[in-house]
C-alpha cells in the first residue's frame, strides 16, 4: 500500500458557470494543472465523490477533511459546498491547504485576504498556459511540505486555537480505505462494461465480496446500486437500499433511486410513498417529481390497458405531478417533456402543448449549447419532434441519443413513450413507417 501523503482535492465537478456566466469546465482544471501537480511532488490526489458532492455529507467527507495531509481548493465560482468543506478544512488543520482560482475570480470578502493561486484560462474557459499553472502549484505545494507555516485563519488569528488530536492509526484506516474504494470501483467499472447475464453475475460477485454492506464506504454502495440500475435490476436495487447504513439510506439520492426501483419492479403504492415523503420532508425537486410522475402515467397505462374509467384521472394525476417537476427547475427538461407527451396523448388539440413543448426545448438546447449534453437531452428533442409530427427532424436526432446513450434502460424509456405516441395515431387511423424504424432501433438499444 501506498504510504504517499494524500492531497483532498475541493472543487466544482464537471462543467460550471462563473459569476459573468462563461462556462468552466472543472473535470479539465483538475486533468490539465491540479492531478499532475499533486503526482509530481509525490502525494496522492483524492477528489471528492460526485455523490458527496450532489448533498451526501457524510462520514467519509469529513474524513477527507480532517485526515488528508494536504488540501487544494478551487474557489473560482461561488460554490456552497466548496466553500463549506474549507471552512471545515481552515478549522481542522492549521496548514498544508492551498487555495486556487481562476484569474478573473471575484472572491467574497472572508476569504479575499487569503493567499490564493491565480490560473489562466483562455476565451473558451480552458487553462490557458496549463504548464505554468502546474509549476506554480508544484512550487506551492512543495513549500507547504517544506515550511508548514499556518494557513487557516482561525489558527493565526485566535490565540490558543488548538487542532484536534489525530492518531496515527486513524490515518492509517483512512489511507487504507481510499485505497480500498478506488480498488472496488474499478471492478464495478469493469462489470458495467460486460453485458446480459455476465454483467449481473459480476456484479453479484462484487456485492457478496464486499461482505456487510452496512459497514461499506457510502461511495463504493452508491456505484453498486446504480450498476445495478444500468442492468436494470430492481429487485438487487431493492435489496441493497435495504442493507445500507441507515444514515446513506435516508439521503435523498439512494431515496429517489429506491423508489425509482420499487416501480419498475411493480410495487408502485410503496414508490409512491417513498417519494412523496422525500418531497414532504425537503420540499420540491424535479428529479423526485419526475419518478412520481413515472409511478402515475405507469398506473394510468395499465387503467387504459384494461379499459378502466378511471385511466383519465391518472393521465391527470401524472400531467401535474411531471408539471411540479418541471416548474420546480426549469431548466430540468426531463419532467416537462414528459408532461408534453401525456397531455398530447390525452388530447391532441390541448392547448397547453403549444405553451410547454417551446419552453421544453428552449431548457434542452440551452443545455446542449453549454457543452454538457447527455442521452435525455437528445431524447427530449427526439420525442418533441414526434409529438410534432416531425420525423424527418427525430430520423435526424435519434443517433446523436444514441452517441450519448449509456444505460439500456434509458432507451427502453423513450421507445416506450414512443410507443404510446404510436398507439395513439394508430387509433387515429394514422401510421408512420419512420416511426417504427425508430422505435425499433431503441428496442434493440435497450437489450
Known amino acids: ?50 455523490e458527496v458532492n450532489a448533498g451526501l455529507i457524510h462520514k467519509a467527507m469529513y474524513e477527507r477533511l480532517m485526515l488528508s495531509e494536504f488540501a487544494i481548493a478551487d474557489l473560482t465560482i461561488f460554490n456552497p ?28 470578502f472572508d476569504v479575499g485576504h487569503l493567499y490564493t493561486l491565480l490560473y489562466g484560462l483562455d476565451e473558451k474557459a480552458h487553462p490557458k498556459d496549463a504548464t505554468a499553472a502546474r509549476a506554480a502549484l508544484v512550487k506551492r505545494l512543495t513549500d507547504c511540505q517544506q515550511h508548514g507555516e499556518a494557513d487557516s485563519p482561525l489558527f493565526k488569528l485566535l490565540e490558543g486555537f488548538k487542532p484536534p488530536e489525530i492518531a496515527h492509526s486513524k490515518t492509517d484506516v483512512f489511507r487504507q480505505e481510499v485505497t480500498y474504494s478506488r480498488e472496488w470501483k474499478a471492478k464495478l467499472s469493469e462489470a458495467r462494461a460486460l453485458k446480459g447475464a455476465e454483467r449481473l453475475a459480476a456484479l453479484d460477485k462484487i456485492k457478496t465480496d464486499l461482505g456487510d454492506i452496512g459497514i461499506i464506504q457510502a461511495g463504493v454502495v452508491i456505484d453498486l446500486l446504480l450498476s445495478y440500475r444500468a442492468a436494470s435490476a430492481w429487485d438487487r ?16 439520492m439512494a431515496r ?13 403504492d410503496r414508490a409512491e410513498k417513498v417519494l412523496q415523503e422525500l418531497i414532504d420532508e425537503r420540499g420540491p425537486s424535479s428529479e423526485t417529481y419526475g419518478l412520481l410522475g413515472r409511478v402515475y402515467k405507469d398506473h ?18 401524472a400531467i401535474e405531478t411531471y408539471l411540479k417537476g418541471f416548474e420546480a427547475d426549469w431548466r430540468d427538461a426531463y419532467p416537462g417533456v414528459n408532461a408534453v407527451t401525456l397531455i398530447a396523448l390525452a ?39 414526434v409529438i410534432a409530427g416531425d420525423l424527418k427532424a427525430a430520423a435526424k436526432v435519434l443517433p446523436k441519443a444514441l452517441v450519448h446513450l449509456k444505460e439500456g434502460w ?9 410507443g404510446l405516441i404510436r398507439e395513439a395515431w394508430r387509433a ?19 437489450r
Open 1 to 50: 500500500m501506498s504510504r504517499h501523503a494524500i492531497c483532498f482535492v475541493i472543487m466544482p465537478f464537471g462543467k460550471k458557470p462563473d459569476i459573468s456566466g462563461r462556462e468552466i469546465d472543472f473535470d479539465v482544471i483538475y486533468k490539465d494543472i491540479i492531478e499532475p501537480a499533486i503526482i509530481e511532488v509525490g502525494f496522492e490526489p483524492v477528489r471528492a465523490d460526485e
Open 81 to 108: 459546498n466548496v466553500y463549506y468543506e474549507l471552512g471545515v478544512r481552515h478549522a481542522l488543520r492549521p496548514q498544508t491547504t492551498v487555495l486556487i482560482a481562476a484569474d478573473a475570480s471575484r472572491l467574497p
Open 237 to 252: 436495487m431493492i435489496a441493497l437500499y435495504d442493507a445500507m447504513d441507515p444514515v446513506l439510506r435516508n439521503s435523498p
Open 256 to 268: 429517489e433511486q429506491y423508489g425509482m426501483a420499487l416501480n419498475r419492479a411493480g410495487q408502485s
Open 300 to 317: 394510468w397505462d395499465m387503467a387504459k390497458k384494461a379499459e378502466d374509467l378511471a385511466a383519465p384521472a391518472w393521465a391527470e394525476k
Open 347 to 385: 388530447d391532441p388539440e390541448d392547448t397547453r402543448i403549444a405553451q410547454l413543448a417551446p419552453v421544453v426545448r428552449y431548457a434542452v438546447e440551452r443545455k446542449i449549447a453549454r457543452g454538457t449534453p447527455d442521452y435525455w437531452d437528445y431524447a427530449t428533442l427526439l420525442e418533441l419532434a
Open 410 to 418: 434509458n432507451a427502453e424509456t423513450t421507445a416506450r413513450n414512443l
Open 428 to 446: 387515429a387511423g394514422k401510421e408512420d413507417a419512420k416511426l417504427n424504424e425508430i422505435i425499433a432501433t431503441l428496442e434493440v438499444k435497450a
